[in-house]
């Protein structure tokens, strides 16, 4: 076995978390040593990328904490430290400068994460970083010792102080698979379950709308749950329903079927017109058939498909309208985790203190999806990587510099 002792500073764990922690460190003069599983860094980060490399929002900083629900309080002074705006500055010293798209959401203007991490990448390289890629964790000793096995075989490695950013168990062929969760749990760290975040949903669907409209979408609709309405769009697949206003409305759907067996979506196929409105356009003409009603109001055939879904369709102009403006289905199961665009659980927040380091494991910090947060997508989910990935990066800088000093 190899060993290394690698003086100041080791971070597992080569995604937005972990490269932030890295910077953080050595901005502050240590020398920090990256492991990571895969061939190459930050492999999900490219992954976001694909759809325009949403880095964060532009909400007020209030409306933008309150996304993150019950773990706004734990990373407010995270994100405060590292707010949206310092996440531009960042980007744009980087070459890479930004804009705020309709929706709010900030993209860079090359639309892509390529050309920021190869810029990110020779920064860290500036700043003394060294990446060891192909190395993937398989032990964790409560002294700190860290067992990795690589290309030449096992290493074990040993620093001052640790960073883990390993990611939650969304996209696990990316390398965040959650198989941390049962080695920090053997050290005595409180690990909440992962699950499944801005997930899809299974659906009981009928042979028919399975074979006729599987990946059809469903455009400039509202989806309701438990008294919450996005509007949106979302797509039929042979498994149950996905897509982005589904995404916003996942916890909650999540929670309600853990907690009830099931759950239901309310989905307006025609939320731009009133009950009354489309009632109108639905009065029934000599000899017209439904599916010519239904095609009047505008509805596309996996519309009129999803509206059947729901039972008969009624015959009455009022009644018809209703069903349209009201379509339930029932979810009996979130897509599965590896699905996902992200996970929830994670380490609990009473193990971490103010500087993101692990109670029980003095040293030892945690950043980004590991901990027990989650969020919607839109900017926020990679907004709280960085800011924890730097705050753990801080905390472990300070813990060395007490050592140093000691």
Not at 21 to 48: Q, T
Not at 244 to 252: E, F, K, N, W
Not at 296 to 324: F, H, K, V, Y
Request: glycine share 12%.
């Amino acid at each position: 076995m190899v060993k290394a002792d690698l003086g100041d500073a080791v971070v597992v764990g080569a995604g937005p978390a972990g490269l932030a922690a890295a910077e953080a460190l050595a901005e502050r003069g240590w020398r920090v040593v990256v492991y990571d599983a895969a061939p190459s860094p930050a492999r999900k980060f490219l992954l976001a990328g694909r759809g325009g490399l949403n880095l964060t929002h532009s909400d007020p900083l209030d409306a933008f904490l309150d996304r993150y629900g019950p773990a706004a309080e734990r990373l407010d002074p995270a994100i405060r430290a590292f707010a949206p705006g310092n996440l531009r500055a960042w980007a744009e010293d980087l070459g890479e400068d930004t804009f705020v798209g309709s929706s709010g959401r900030v993209f860079p203007k090359s639309f892509k994460a390529t050309p920021l991490l190869r810029a990110w990448l020779r920064r860290l390289d500036g700043l003394g970083v060294t990446l060891r890629p192909r190395r993937r964790l398989v032990g964790f000793e409560r002294d700190g010792r860290l067992r990795f096995v690589g290309p030449e075989g096992e290493e074990e490695a040993t620093a001052r102080a640790i960073v883990l950013a390993l990611g939650g168990a969304s996209w696990p062929r990316l390398g965040a698979d959650g198989g941390w969760v049962n080695w920090l749990g053997g050290a005595g760290v409180e690990v909440a379950p992962l699950k499944p975040a801005n997930c899809g949903f299974r659906v009981a669907w009928s042979a028919h709308l399975i074979d006729r409209f599987a990946g059809a979408p469903l455009k400039s609709i509202a989806l309701t749950h438990a008294g919450r309405t996005l509007r949106g769009e979302a797509m039929i697949d042979r498994d149950g329903i996905e897509g982005g206003a589904v995404y916003a409305l996942s916890a909650a759907l999540r929670d309600a079927i853990a907690r009830d067996g099931e759950a239901t979506l309310v989905i307006d196929l025609k939320p731009d017109l009133g009950v009354a409105a489309l009632a109108a356009r639905l009065k029934r003409r000599h000899g017209e058939s439904t599916s010519t009603l239904l095609r009047r109001a505008d509805l596309t055939p996996a519309a009129i498909a999803l509206a059947r879904e729901a039972g008969p369709l009624p015959n009455a102009a009022d009644a018809l309208a209703a069903r349209i403006k009201e379509v339930e289905i029932r979810l009996i199961a979130p897509a599965p985790i590896e699905r996902a665009i992200s996970s929830a659980g994670g380490v609990k927040w009473a193990e971490i203190d103010e500087t993101f380091m692990l109670r029980k494991l003095p040293g030892v910090f945690v950043a980004g999806e590991m901990i027990d947060w989650e969020a919607p997508t839109g900017g926020y989910l990679l907004q709280a990587c960085f800011a924890t990935g730097r705050a753990a990066g801080a905390g472990a800088a300070a813990w060395i510099a007490g050592l140093r000093a000691g």
